[in-house]
C-alpha cells in the first residue's frame, strides 16, 4: 500500500490550521516537532556511540525545529555544534538560540571543520517551504552533505530536495542522500525517492484533522513522540 503524503501547499495549510482554529502556537508546534527529531536521533545512534551532533538549521521553521532538538540533545547527553549561518527574522528563533548559548552550546561559522569533527549531522536546512535553486550561504553546505560520509538524519526533506518531486537532477544537492529522515506530521511527496531509515514525528495531530488532509496518523506507541516506518 502506498504511503499517504502531503503536499507543500496543504502541509502549509495544515500548519495554518492547527494555530487558527487548532488554537496552537507555533512554539508549541516547533518545540514538539524539535523533541521528535531528538529522540529519532537518539533511536538511530546513542550519545554513547555519537556524542558528536553537528546541527545545520536554516532560517525558517525547519532551522526551528533543529535548535530545538539540539536542547533536548543536550540534555539527552549529547555534544551539539550548531551551524545557523541566517537567523531568521521571528523572535522567536532568538530565543531559542539564548537557550542553547545559555547551555555552552558552540555556534560555528565553519561547517566544513565541524563536519569533520561530527559523528552525525542533523539537517534543518530547508523543509517543505523550500523551491527553486539553493541560494547563498547554502550551496557549499548542501555539496559537503551530498559528499559526506558521515550519517545524516534529514528534518522534514533532505534539504534542496523538491518536495514533490524529490532530489535535484542537477546542482549541490543532486547526488544527497541522507541515511534517515523523520517526516513532520505526515511524509512530503518526496519520500518517494528516499531510501534510507524513516521516522514519522509531530504527534499533535487529531485523528480527523488527519482524515480532512488525506493522511493517516501513524501508531505511536506509549510516550513515544516518533514512530519508524517501512520506506
Ligand atoms: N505541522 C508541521 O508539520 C510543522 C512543521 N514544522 C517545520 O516547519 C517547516 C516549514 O517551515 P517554514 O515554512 O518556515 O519554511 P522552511 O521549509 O523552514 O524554509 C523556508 C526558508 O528557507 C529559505 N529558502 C527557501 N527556498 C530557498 C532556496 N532555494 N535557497 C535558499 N533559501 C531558501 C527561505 O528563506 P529566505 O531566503 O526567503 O530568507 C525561507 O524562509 C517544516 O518542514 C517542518 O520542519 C514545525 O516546526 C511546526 C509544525
Ligand atoms: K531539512
Not at 502556537?25 to 553537528?54: H, R
Not at 522567536?92 to 555552552?104: I, N, S, V
Not at 517526516?183 to 518526496?190: G, I, M, Y
Amino acid at each position: 500500500m502506498a504511503l499517504k503524503t502531503i503536499g507543500p501547499k496543504a502541509a502549509a495549510a495544515l500548519d495554518e490550521e492547527l494555530m487558527s482554529t487548532g488554537s496552537f502556537s507555533v512554539y508549541q508546534l516547533i518545540e514538539l516537532a524539535g523533541l521528535a527529531v531528538a529522540q529519532a536521533m537518539f533511536k538511530l545512534s546513542p550519545p554513547s556511540q555519537s556524542p558528536n551532533i553537528l546541527v545545520a538549521c536554516g532560517p525558517g521553521n525547519n532551522g526551528g525545529d533543529g535548535l530545538v532538538a539540539a536542547r533536548h540533545l543536550h540534555y539527552f547527553g549529547y555534544k551539539p555544534t550548531m551551524y545557523y549561518p541566517k537567523q531568521g527574522k521571528n523572535e522567536l528563533y532568538q530565543r531559542l538560540r539564548t537557550q542553547l548559548e545559555q547551555l555552552k552550546v558552540p555556534f560555528t561559522d565553519d561547517f566544513h571543520a565541524a563536519l569533520s569533527k561530527s559523528d552525525w549531522v542533523i539537517d534543518g536546512i530547508f523543509g517543505f517551504s523550500f523551491s527553486g535553486e539553493v541560494r547563498e550561504p547554502f550551496p557549499a553546505v548542501i555539496k559537503a552533505l551530498a559528499e559526506s560520509k558521515i550519517p545524516i538524519l534529514a528534518v522534514d526533506a533532505p534539504s534542496s530536495w523538491n518536495i514533490e518531486e524529490g532530489p535535484p537532477s542537477d546542482g549541490p544537492g543532486k547526488d544527497y542522500q541522507p541515511g534517515a529522515l523523520i517526516s513532520l506530521t505526515a511524509p512530503k511527496p518526496l519520500v518517494k525517492w528516499f531510501k534510507g531509515r524513516h521516522f514519522i514525528g509531530g504527534r499533535f495531530i487529531a485523528q480527523e484533522v488527519a482524515e480532512k488532509y488525506g493522511f493517516d496518523v501513524p501508531p505511536y506507541q506509549g510516550s513515544d513522540q516518533i514512530v519508524e516506518i517501512d520506506t
